[in-house]
């Protein structure tokens, strides 16, 4: 699955913090590979505010270089799948959710 830098830091909060053992080592692989690497790091021009909460890329660099594809497992797919389904169902998706909601909902689909 391709997915952006900010599909997948949005990606990363939507995975539960607290569960059972099993979803928990999901999780953590889910995060692994989610999360942004040192290459990206520096290729992107990655900069966090730890005071502000927020992180910031250049976009441009991003485009250039197009989305990460990604081996996320089934069960990592559908715990993503399940909390936008939810944010979906409380009418609670905001826009910055609405490419997530499609790949993710496709792949649950598919899967």
């Given at each position: 699955m391709k997915l952006s830098i900010m599909e997948r830091l949005m990606s990363m909060n939507l995975l539960p913090s607290e569960a059972d053992y099993a979803t928990l080592k999901i999780v953590r692989?889910?995060?692994?590979?989610?999360?942004?690497?040192?290459?990206?790091?520096?290729?992107?021009?990655?900069?966090?505010?730890?005071?502000?909460?927020?992180?910031?890329?250049?976009?441009?660099?991003?485009?250039?270089?197009?989305?990460?594809?990604?081996?996320?497992?089934?069960?990592?797919?559908?715990?993503?799948?399940?909390?936008?389904?939810k944010l979906e169902k409380d009418k609670k998706l905001t826009d910055q959710h609405f490419t997530l909601y499609e790949k993710f909902y496709a792949a649950e689909k598919q899967g």
């Open positions: 692989e889910a995060r692994s590979l989610l999360g942004i690497t040192s290459e990206e790091f520096e290729a992107f021009k990655v900069v966090s505010d730890p005071e502000k909460g927020t992180i910031v890329w250049d976009v441009e660099a991003e485009k250039a270089l197009g989305e990460r594809d990604l081996l996320l497992s089934p069960a990592a797919i559908g715990l993503i799948a399940a909390a936008l389904a």
